[in-house]
């Protein structure tokens, strides 16, 4: 399947301040990834398609001014945590669709707002 | 709305002890269903895509099997190494998103 990396794999950062995840497509021309945040002890719940050439598809409840997300190339895919919060704080995986739309997890990234 | 349940919500066995996990599941037309493994702190690694009902996918001491409301993971003999949450997911026809279950979180004690 897909190799997919992330960077940061954890970022401590203070209120108010702005945070970008990458999620990179390693050995695969991802035209589609997502977004996924999970809570302690909570599965994982989708936030966004990222099409690549093409805004975002955001989940409902999901404030697409607060968590930008741009997929300007087939390997790369950015989220930005805008005017981070404590309440922010979690576990933002991402993934690619491959191979008759299995998804493909990278690592994850621990965000702690303080 | 599609829904997917998982039981138990944690499992502890003896090594070598043989169990099952369950994922049910309701969706609007199933184009696929998806089982990961997770380890703390890790993201989720991909395990099997069922179908349709009926078909059983097998790999080391896993099988997953299907029907149409529920799948089970079968776990045999199973040793420390087979710790982790065992995430399901549906993914309904005509979509590519999927919706994942809380998961199983499975402890396997030597």
């Known amino acids: 399947g897909a190799v997919v990396s992330q960077h940061p794999s954890w970022v401590i950062c203070k209120s108010g301040t702005s945070v970008k995840i990458e999620c990179r497509s390693l050995d695969f021309q991802a035209t589609t990834m997502f977004w996924y945040r999970q809570f302690p002890k909570q599965s994982l719940m989708l936030m966004a398609t990222s099409n690549e050439g093409s805004k975002a598809t955001y989940e409902q409840g999901v404030e697409k001014d607060k968590f930008l997300i741009n997929h300007a190339s087939l390997t790369l895919s950015t989220l930005t945590v805008t005017s981070a919060h404590p309440e922010d704080s979690s576990f933002y995986i991402c993934?690619?669709?491959?191979?008759?739309?299995?998804?493909?997890f990278g690592p994850g990234t621990r965000l702690l707002v303080l | 709305e599609d829904q997917v349940t998982q039981s138990p919500e944690a499992l502890r066995l003896q090594e070598g002890e043989s169990s099952s996990l369950n994922c049910s599941y309701t969706?609007?037309?199933?184009?696929?269903l998806f089982w990961y493994r997770q380890d703390p702190g890790k993201g989720p690694e991909f395990l099997f895509t069922l179908y349709s009902a009926g078909e059983e996918k097998e790999k080391e001491r896993l099988k997953a099997t299907l029907t149409k409301k529920e799948s089970f993971l079968h776990i045999t003999a199973p040793k420390p190494e087979d710790s982790a949450t065992y995430l399901c997911?549906?993914?309904?026809?005509?979509?590519?998103?999927?919706?994942f279950g809380k998961g199983t979180m499975l402890l396997v004690s030597p």
């Open positions: 969706v609007s037309g199933l184009r696929g």
């Open positions: 993934s690619v669709e491959q191979e008759q739309e299995t998804q493909y």
């Open positions: 997911a549906v993914q309904a026809a005509g979509y590519s998103t999927l919706t």
